[in-house]
């Protein structure tokens, strides 16, 4: 390769552990591409330089020493702006939170930190990572999608890091997911990301202590973005396990038994009659293709349960949000707090009988999904049904579903609580093209090697730089 920025995480962490270049060299290499290229697309919002150097003389020095230094060691990482970091301001993007300075690193950044990898910046995210699909917050603007700057939206909530990691300013970033958020700025920025299992990766996402409440603690789920599915296995295998930080974390194999072959592979190609843009669809169709000539067996099928997942999602999150709404609402600008104003409206909240009966009713769904994937124990999909849209927020209830309605898979695939990985599927009409692979809760290892399946054929489309629509 002919710059370090091109080098994906498992080759900087085999160079620094053999000593054929320094971890000081590395992240001096992305801080001269953060430099480079982040002007141009909004998408780092904090530069964490001192501290990354600090991190890599160490991690030099140790290995100087003969010391071990980890399966991660010298790989720079991004952070969205709503996971705690020692020393660093977690905003969420919000003026409100400006001064909110974290103590303690949450558990995936400490995990990464002790794998030997190195938190190099802070990235941006919509307005308490409520605003909607694009990534735009009061405090640091509109980050940009690098394959059309301004005529499409990164992605959302993680389109901070989606670009990030896109452009050579890290190999590796770590965002979170609520129904699509590491997904979506995947395939739009040509990149993969890795939605765990509900309880696959420990997590804390309380501010100022507060804890989540139950909707935010069943459908948010931190995770790694990378531009190769081998860079988000070495991240999966750091941030899995049971952590005392957190109760949810279960400590469960990272690999589980094998299927017998050919595994079937349920392949998505209708979510309720809902329109799926002719360049979409032959991405899927070319995923399919390789994975079908890589020994799967490959069925059409239809989503169990779609559009109760969907009613359950939806009224679980606006009821609770219901409640909160007078302390968030002043913290958000007036086009984000329009957004979440309308999803009230479209999904009125629940009283306290249709609340207990909405969360019943995920238990219901949940079952289905079980029994069908007890058959089908990977599904092939698309994360995103049209391209990707304009770089706004809408300012209507017909443009919100528009924009929101072509993320159903993410959406029931997150009140589900199981995995799924977002992988390219090549380029057309010069956008990138994504699908996603989802499987059982906690086989992971089945959806990183079918998404791998899927890599070897149709290729690793980043890092670029930058470009205008047009050129």
Known sequence: MEHLYE???????????????????????????????????????????????????????????????????????????????????????????????????????????????????????????IAGLHTTSTLYGDTRNPWDLHGRTPGGTSGGDGVAVATGMAPLGLGNDSGGSLRNPATFNGITALKPTYGRFAADHRISGHEPTLASQLFPVDGPLARSVKDLRLAFDVLAGADAQDPRAVPAPPDGPPLRSPVTVGLVTDLDGDRMHPDVRAGLTDAADALADAGYRIEEVEVPALAESLAVYSGLISTEFSLVWPTLRPMLSKTSRLHMELMMRRQPPSDLSGYIQLSAARLGVQ?????????????????????????????????????????????????????????????????????????????????????????????VLTPINPIAAGQ
């Open 7 to 129: 080098a994906t995480a498992a080759q900087v962490a085999e160079a620094v552990a053999t000593g054929e270049i320094s971890a000081v060299e590395v992240v001096r290499a992305h801080l001269t591409r953060i430099d480079a290229v982040n002007p141009a697309v909004n998408a780092v919002t904090n530069v964490l330089a001192d501290g990354a150097l600090d991190a890599a003389r160490t991690i030099d020095q140790r290995r100087a020493a003969g010391e071990a230094v980890g399966p991660l060691a010298g790989v720079p990482f991004t952070v969205k702006e709503n996971i705690h970091v020692a020393g660093s301001a977690t905003t969420m993007g919000v003026p409100a939170l400006r001064n909110l300075v974290a103590a303690a690193d949450a558990p995936p950044v400490r995990r990464l930190r002790a794998a030997g990898a190195i938190p190099i910046g802070r990235t941006n995210l919509p307005d308490l990572t």
């Open 367 to 459: 079952r289905v999904w079980t029994q069908f994937l007890d058959r089908y124990p990977l599904l092939l999909g698309p994360v995103y049904t049209e391209l990707p849209p304009p770089p706004s927020v809408p300012v209507n209830a017909d443009e919100q579903q528009r924009m929101m309605s072509p993320l159903r898979l993410c959406t029931a695939t997150t009140l589900v609580g199981v995995p799924a990985v977002a992988v390219p599927a090549g380029v057309i009409g010069g956008l990138p093209q994504g699908v996603q692979v989802i499987g059982r809760m906690y086989r992971e290892d089945l959806c990183l090697t079918a998404a791998s399946a899927i890599e070897q054929r149709l290729g």
